[in-house]
């Protein structure tokens, strides 16, 4: 609420958690191993806690949460972003992605990894390393509805929103 009420965005981060790993997910995938209701009794309150007190952002993780969706980090996956943060948890705001360049998201070409990671629900993508790739994947994807543009407007809508909201603070100087 203090940093909101200053003009700056609060961010949670990163979703659903890094406490029960052990990799860096700069340079691997974190697994989280836990079943479902330890993950909803041990790692998800902070994020519960953060989104009733009004947050603007959730930062995504790049986490293999085995108990959603195995094998896929949470970044690009639909059912922890969308199913989980937005249906279960009711988060509304912005979603932004970790950073695009951490090995995690490096699987792919930076336009694939853009495409996969806004229909997992992220509506911001922190760092593409090669965001002209990233540019031209997402503009390919519109046109032959990989992206469905439905799913563009949403992100670009939630991103503006928080702009409007921010530009009506002062800027400091």
Do not use: C
């Not at 191993?33 to 309150?45: E, F, H, S, W």
């Not at 998201?105 to 495409?115: D, F, I, L, S």
């Not at 407007?153 to 100087?173: D, G, I, M, Y």
């Amino acid at each position: 609420r203090g940093l909101q009420g200053a003009g700056v965005a609060a961010t949670l981060k990163h979703f659903p958690g890094h406490g029960h790993t052990t990799v860096d997910s700069h340079h691997d995938l974190p697994v989280l191993a836990q079943d479902r209701a330890a993950l909803a009794a041990n790692d998800l309150p902070p994020f519960i806690a953060g989104i009733e007190a009004g947050a603007w952002m959730v930062m995504a993780g790049h986490l293999d949460v085995r108990a959603v969706d195995p094998g896929t980090p949470a970044t690009f996956s639909r059912k922890v972003l969308v199913d989980l943060l937005r249906d279960e948890l009711g988060f509304t705001g912005v979603v932004v992605s970790d950073a695009m360049n951490m090995a995690p998201a490096m699987r792919w070409p930076a336009g694939e990894a853009a495409v996969r990671a806004l229909n997992a629900g992220n509506d911001l993508l922190l760092m593409p390393p090669d965001v002209a790739g990233a540019y031209d994947g997402l503009l390919a994807a519109l046109r032959d509805g990989r992206l469905p543009r439905e799913r563009l407007v949403e992100a670009a809508t939630r991103v503006l929103t928080l702009k409007f909201r921010l530009a009506q603070h002062p800027v400091p100087e």
